[in-house]
């Protein structure tokens, strides 16, 4: 199982950057999740480290080998694509072992290959049928077999579920994972749902454009967000955020905003942050509950605007003076719309950003 | 939508048509098997003892036995038959072959002067044949030559016979050059906008699977674009079949094509009917053999094709 390394790649369309040096390790067996807003270079990037784009600048490395010259052919990966990219001619049998029949492998050894993968993945019913007598999910799995029959050590995965509807991906996500514990390889993973990089990533990549935002893993990524965007772009719903300052009085340090001043517990206090300074104040909707008798400086007057009721859980739009905030609580509690009421807050759970730079402080 | 029950006018104008469609061909196909007196008579229609006469004549220079009717074989179709099957053959598979890989080279590479040459092969398929007739035929006659003195043409020359140098013109080789040259252009044309359409997924996907370029090319866009190859072969063959004007000034006598034997035959002062209509039958019977057969790939390269669903 190898080890990839990105140093310092870069892209270029013309005088566009699109990458602006990327520097990565993906240790063996590693199941990395590229997560990023639509535009901000994970595909190009996956198709850089497969060889179907170019590398305008920097290296990439699979085992210490420099390999940013070299044909796809040429880099033992497998990869699965967005639309699948089957070959509409072939049935799927011919499909799954069209890798295969180009290394040349003996006939028996081909038909038993196409058999196992075909097992793994449930398809083993279809093996006559052209891809165009599939549905979606069937497809899918065709390609996921195409890409295992290959036995490459390194997988590359382009959004492989964006095309199929909620239920069907929700189930394909855990089938993912499965094999993806069953069959240990270099996984590399892109797409732009962070619910699908939270639940199957070792280590997640956040990008924004053409940079690398952070990585670590999936709890890493959702306790301590390197940045406002990592923070806002991990979690579901949103995290909220609000514009404050930061004070002293009497040596206890406070978020001060309009219609809130909140008190930061000791241990934050104890990092001499900086006083008089412009921050943001990061709440996830979750460490928001309903309280009316919480203190007042470790809650916020919420009015409330909407109530999504989604199950077991709610999700409250709300407004706190003239941001809106989100709050995340059990269904049953008695919320009436269009009052203010009074949500506690876990002050630990609390991250701050500066204003400027959004990085966390 | 078709109606349930069309207006009843409906079908004798479906059968005029029908009857102006088929009619001559078969009008063309029962005097074949007359014999002259029957056919100039014009009085016993659809009955009449038939014939294979008009067949044996036309082809009796292929023919293994003699027939008994003939004392000399005059006419050399079968010959030229052959001919014309070699020339249209063999040109459209070059035609074919050359200009899919042109097609895809021109859709998928980027290279200096791409859009140029996009554009100028289709604009050499505007100048009509008959301007290139002439310095074809001279550059056929004295520069794509090989001297009769160079050891290569002595060899040729010790293989093949003849006099002079061993030159273009005359040859199947020669005629077989043009007709590529001239159909090239717009087989180029018509299958980019079949390779256009095949997904550039499916391509990568087969370069990741570990496939060449050339794999990728047979092995995945040859085989999607098959209906674009079986039209422009159709048409490639339907031309070089039918051409005149560049086979006569090319062709000498033993690489005739049939439309020049047969307009040299017309012309002649005894015309022989029935082996002119026999002739005719033979005529066509390649390309329509030829066009059943491609448009079955046509159909059945579309029903596989479904890329997307
Ligand atoms: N051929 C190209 N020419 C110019 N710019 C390109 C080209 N391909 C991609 N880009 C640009 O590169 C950037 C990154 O594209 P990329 O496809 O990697 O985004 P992505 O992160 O995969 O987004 P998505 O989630 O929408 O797939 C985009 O801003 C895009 O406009
Ligand atoms: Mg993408």
Known sequence: MPEIRLVNLTKRYGAIEVLHGINLEIKPEEFTVLVGPSGCGKSTTLRMIAGLESVSGGEIFIDGRPVSRLEPKG??????????????????????????????????????????????????????????????????????????????????????????????????????????????????????????????????????????QQQGTPEELFKKP??????????????????????DENGEKFIVGEGFKILLPDDQTKNQLPTNRRVILGIRPSDLHFDPHAPENASLNLKVRVSEYIGAQSVLLCDCMSSSVTVELKSETPVALGGTLRFGLRTEALHLFDQVTEQTI | MLDKHPNPAFYPLLAALIFMAVGPIVLMLA?????????????????????????????????????????????????????????????TVLTLVLGAMAAYALVRFRFLGRDTASLTTLLVRMVPPAVLLVPVFGLWNNDFCIGKNTSFGEFLRN?????????????????????????????????????????????????????????????????????????????????????????????????????????????????????IMATGMLLAIPPIIFTLFASRQIITGMTAGAVKG
């Open chain 1, 75 to 212: 880099r033992d990966l497998a990869m699965v694509f967005q639309d699948y990219a089957l070959y509409p001619h072939m049935d799927v049998a011919r499909n799954i072992s069209f890798a295969l029949r180009l290394q040349k492998r003996p006939k028996d050894e081909i038909a038993r290959k196409v058999r196992e993968v075909a097992d793994l993945v449930g398809l083993t019913d279809y093996l006559s049928r052209k891809p165009g007598e599939l549905s979606g999910g069937q497809r899918q799995r065709v390609a996921m077999a195409r890409a295992l029959a290959k036995d490459s050590s390194i997988f590359l995965f382009d959004e492989p579920l964006s095309n199929l509807d909620a239920k069907l991906r929700g189930q394909m996500r855990a089938e993912l994972a499965l094999m993806s514990q069953r069959v240990r390889k270099n996984m590399i993973y892109v797409t732009h749902d962070q619910i699908e990089a939270m639940t199957l990533a070792d280590q997640i990549v956040v990008m924004h454009n053409g940079h690398i």
């Open chain 2, 159 to 275: 293989i093949f016979g003849g006099r002079g140098d061993v030159c273009l013109e005359g040859t199947h080789s020669g005629i077989i050059l043009i007709y590529v040259a001239m159909n090239l252009p717009f087989v180029i044309w018509i299958l980019q906008s079949f390779i256009l359409q095949v997904p550039r997924s499916l391509e990568e996907a087969a370069k990741v699977d570990g496939a060449g370029t050339f794999q990728v090319f047979f092995k995945i866009v040859l085989p999607l674009i098959q209906p674009g190859i079986a039209a422009a072969a159709i048409f490639t063959f339907r031309i070089a079949w039918n051409e005149y004007l560049l086979a006569s000034a090319l062709a000498d006598r033993d690489t005739k094509t049939v439309p020049i034997l047969l307009v040299n035959n017309v012309s002649e002062f005894n015309i022989e009917w029935g082996v």
């Open chain 2, 31 to 91: 005097n074949s098997f007359k014999l002259d007196v029957d056919i100039i008579s014009g009085t016993s229609g659809l009955i009449f003892l038939p014939t294979i006469q008009n067949y044996e004549t036309a082809l009796c220079d292929i023919l293994w036995y003699k027939p008994d009717h003939l004392d000399f074989c005059q006419l050399k179709f079968g010959g030229s038959f052959i001919n014309s099957i070699i020339i249209a053959l063999i040109s």
């Open chain 1, 226 to 247: 390197a940045t406002k965007f990592v923070a806002g772009f991990i979690g579901s719903p949103p995290m909220n955020f609000l514009n404050g300052e930061l004070v």
